[in-house]
């Protein structure tokens, strides 16, 4: 049921690149790449959203805010995650060993932080996009 709202939330918005637009900073020449509906893995559990890919960034936004204390007050905020792709250093696809099925992509920077995403809707081609954006920075880079 998630993801039919997610559909119709996308629709109404005006299309992923709208709200990658809305949601990020980005350059007016930037083109988002391609989009993946997945679940971001946090300490809290799996969060639901979308993972954005750009010609600069991976960024990745929750659909729906998540609550947090502030002190005595209950805050709401979606759940961000950005990465400029110069400091993407490793998109790793795994599956869980007890349950095949369970894929995963871990994503690590260059400053050892590890993300987690799980649970797409199109796991071979977020694997194949993310491995090819990998790839084009390292050689740009290199």
């Known amino acids: 049921m998630g993801r039919l709202a997610q559909g119709t ?3 109404a918005e005006g299309g992923y690149e709208k709200i990658f637009r809305q949601t990020f900073e980005t350059d007016p020449e930037e083109k988002l790449q391609d989009s993946f509906a997945c679940y971001l893995s946090t300490s809290a559990g799996p969060v639901m959203g979308v993972l954005y890919v750009s010609t600069e960034k991976l960024a990745y ?6 609550s947090y204390k502030d002190g005595t007050k209950t805050e709401w905020s979606y759940y961000k995650v950005l990465m400029p792709l110069h400091q993407l250093k490793a998109v790793n696809p795994s599956a869980n ?15 050892a932080h590890e993300f987690w995403f799980m649970g797409f809707l199109n796991y071979e081609g977020a694997v194949q996009c993310l491995q090819e954006i990998l790839q084009l920075n390292s050689m740009q880079s290199g």
């Open 61 to 66: 936004c929750s659909d729906s805010p998540l």
């Open 97 to 111: 060993k007890t349950n095949p099925s369970e894929k995963y992509i871990q994503v690590t920077s260059i400053d």
């Open 9 to 11: 939330k996308v629709l």
